[in-house]
């Protein structure tokens, strides 16, 4: 188990470096194109071994070592978040496309199955961390409850906007990204640089600089794909 363990931690970061490298290639060129396409698909094979590999390490380290302690048990419920957020948006962000023509409410058993445990998962996560008094737990997975319920609102109602998948798209993998780079402060940075404690601020500044450019992203192909249709009216 133990050999598992470290493997599965060598591989987690190894994966988690590669994401973290190509994560922002994507979002820079051209969308839809190659580059796109190609460095998009090698993220997210990366990040399904991140979120992989850390939820088998958070199982891990909470219920088969014993010399788990009250900081160990906490941070791997942390990484056991991470995992299902990670893995949730990039499968969020990629059906998204696979079912851009709908025009019905989706009920696909996967598609409803990833936000509901985001938001179980978040849900869960956030109200242990009040108890133990833990801000990382406290209100970083209430990301995961809002994502969860916005998901699912996604799939469980017929589109209205033209091209919506492509804002879904952007949500679910911007996302992820918030993922990789949460992930890499609270657990990478620290021990790269030796830092024995880390202000909880830095924590949560991934979340605080991509959602406003997730917020920019979605509002941009919003207004581009679904202008209004009498400019001239609403300007009066």
């Not at 849900?123 to 209430?142: E, H, K, V």
């Not at 492509?166 to 021990?191: N, Q, R, S």
Request: proline residues 5%; positive net charge.
């Amino acid at each position: 188990m133990e050999l598992a363990f470290h493997f599965s931690r060598w591989l987690h970061i190894v994966a988690g470096f590669l994401a973290l490298l190509l994560f922002w290639i994507p979002i820079v060129t051209k969308k839809g194109g190659k580059t796109h396409n190609r460095i998009g698909w090698i993220y997210v094979y990366a990040m399904t071994i991140v979120s992989i590999s850390a939820l088998y390490m958070g199982i891990f380290r909470i219920f088969l070592d014993p010399a788990s302690d009250q900081d160990r048990i906490s941070f791997s419920w942390f990484l056991i978040f991470i995992s299902i957020l990670s893995g949730a948006s990039a499968w969020y962000g990629i059906r998204v496309l696979r079912f851009k023509r709908r025009q019905e409410k989706h009920r696909n058993v996967w598609d409803l199955m990833f936000p509901i445990l985001l938001l179980l998962s978040g849900a869960g996560i956030s109200i242990y961390g009040f108890t133990i008094a833990f801000p990382l737990l406290q209100y970083f997975p209430l990301l995961g409850v809002f994502l969860g319920v916005t998901h699912l609102l996604y799939w469980l109602k017929a589109p209205r906007l033209k091209m919506h998948w492509v804002m879904e798209h952007i949500a679910g993998m911007l996302t992820c990204c918030i993922a990789t780079i949460t992930a890499f402060t609270v657990f990478g940075a620290p021990k790269l640089l030796q830092i024995q404690s880390v202000s909880t601020i830095l924590w949560f500044i991934p979340t605080i600089v991509i959602v406003p450019l997730l917020i920019g992203f979605s509002n941009y192909y919003k207004k581009k794909y679904n202008p209004p249709k009498n400019r001239a009216t609403l300007e009066r």
